[in-house]
């Protein structure tokens, strides 16, 4: 009985891994900070990693996130062949903070805006920070709510398998 029971958990957890390994981003349209309309499809590029970062100016953690991964993003960019696309979710009445925010911090990440949240809802993202980690052929391999100090290097772990 134990011998079937753990045979059936391998294939649970099998069919979960393959799942997870085809799951990929919904079509969705956003903004470049230029005004420029791409679908989130296209964020990703073949052979690369793609961390995404939801975020928002009200947000403190989701700044705290970007700020962390700020101080390893040049040795990440070369080390795992990897791109931070940082995500805005502000909204109508906080969307004029975005390129203040961006340039007040320096952050060298390409920066898209959601404006309308329909990248959000087809993501299924309830709350922010919120991670999104895409493999070099495509697949949605990470997913992760909130920051804490360290999550950072949690992210550099995955990158690192993700690179072997």
Known sequence: MKKYLL????????????????????????????????DAQEIPQE???????????????????????????????????????????????????VPATVAQKKWPYRILHDFNKEFQITANVAQIPYTVVIAPKGSIVYEHVGYSPGDELELEELMKTLRR
């Open 47 to 97: 052979g690369k990693i793609t961390v995404i970062s939801f975020w928002a100016t009200w947000c403190s953690p989701c700044k705290k996130e970007l700020d962390a991964i700020l101080d390893y993003y040049d040795e990440w960019k070369e080390k795992y062949d990897m791109e931070l696309v940082a995500i805005s979710v502000d909204d109508s009445r906080t969307a004029a903070k």
């Open 7 to 38: 045979f059936l958990l391998l294939c649970c957890l099998a069919v979960a891994l393959n799942a997870q390994e085809n799951k990929r981003l919904a079509p969705a349209k956003l903004k470049t900070l230029e005004g420029k309309t791409i």
